[in-house]
């Protein structure tokens, strides 16, 4: 394992706290039907039942709460107090912790850690990803497993996230920027609530970095991990590229 500096950037990072009444109702539960296929395909096919897991960055725990109903012993960590709140609802058999992904410890290890939804693209730059691939490492059991999903270099520009919907009470629409030369994209999410018959808009904005697929093994080869495999959309194996969002599955 190597060791990095902590910079001051390593404050906790809370950025989700203003969304979360809305992640918890529309892309939380979203994500969850999305992402669950790989996560059992990739990951819990490897597992023995009753595996205790870490959902790092868990939002508001609906992918949590499902694998806690199948048995596992789940640990739900994120740094927006508010996305935990609507986790502990959502969650309610889970440990859940508020700590920053890049600078964490567990009271028990993991046998597996997953962090899925482009949660580690908010993570800006492959120095503090290092970090969180560092506690992660430090967070696992011996022979345990990580597996996460990352928008690449290419992915951004090309695949933009879009979406929205409009609702009785609220409305909502994401757009997404990317800058080829930094590699680092930005997404805004515009929302009009409804409030005592008052409608207010709200404009929030969010920074992603995209990763190139070369860096990101070396980081976790530096890490400590072993036997990197990286698979697509799809699920199956496929060589490093960097044009596709993927999952990285790394052994400790
Ligand atoms: C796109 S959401 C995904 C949430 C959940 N994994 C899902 O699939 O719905 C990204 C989450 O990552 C969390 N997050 C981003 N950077 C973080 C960091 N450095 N430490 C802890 N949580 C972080 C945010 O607070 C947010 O809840």
Not at 113 to 131: D, Y
Not at 172 to 180: I, P, Q, T
């Amino acid at each position: 394992m190597t060791n990095h500096t902590l910079t001051s950037s390593t404050a906790r990072y809370t950025a989700y706290d203003p969304w979360a009444w809305l992640y918890n109702q529309s892309l939380g539960p979203q994500y969850c039907r999305d992402k669950l296929p790989f996560v059992e395909k990739l990951l819990l096919s490897k597992l023995k039942p009753a595996a205790r897991i870490l959902d790092l960055c868990c939002g508001t725990g609906h992918l949590t709460q499902h694998l806690a109903t199948q048995g596992y012993q789940m640990v739900g960590l994120d740094g927006s107090e508010q996305m935990l709140h609507y986790a502990r609802h959502n969650a309610p058999e889970a440990e859940l912790i508020t700590a920053d992904a890049r600078n964490f410890e567990l009271p028990a290890p993991v046998d597996a850690v997953f962090s899925v939804s482009a949660s580690l693209n908010h993570i800006l730059s492959l120095a503090e990803l290092s970090q969180v691939f560092d506690h992660v490492y430090a967070a696992l059991a011996t022979d345990g497993v990580f597996l996460f999903d990352l928008r690449l270099q290419g992915n951004y520009g090309n695949h933009p996230l879009t979406g929205g919907e409009v609702k009785a009470d609220y409305a909502w629409a994401v757009g997404e920027g990317y800058d080829a030369d930094s590699a680092m994209a930005f997404f805004t999410i515009t929302i009009f609530h409804r409030a005592d018959q008052v409608w207010q808009r709200s404009d929030l904005t969010y920074q992603a970095k995209a990763y190139a697929c070369n860096d990101v093994q070396i980081a976790l080869a530096q890490a400590g991990f072993r036997s990197v495999q990286i698979y697509d959309r799809a699920g199956d194996l496929m060589l490093p590229a960097d044009q596709q969002m993927v999952y990285f599955l790394a052994h400790k």
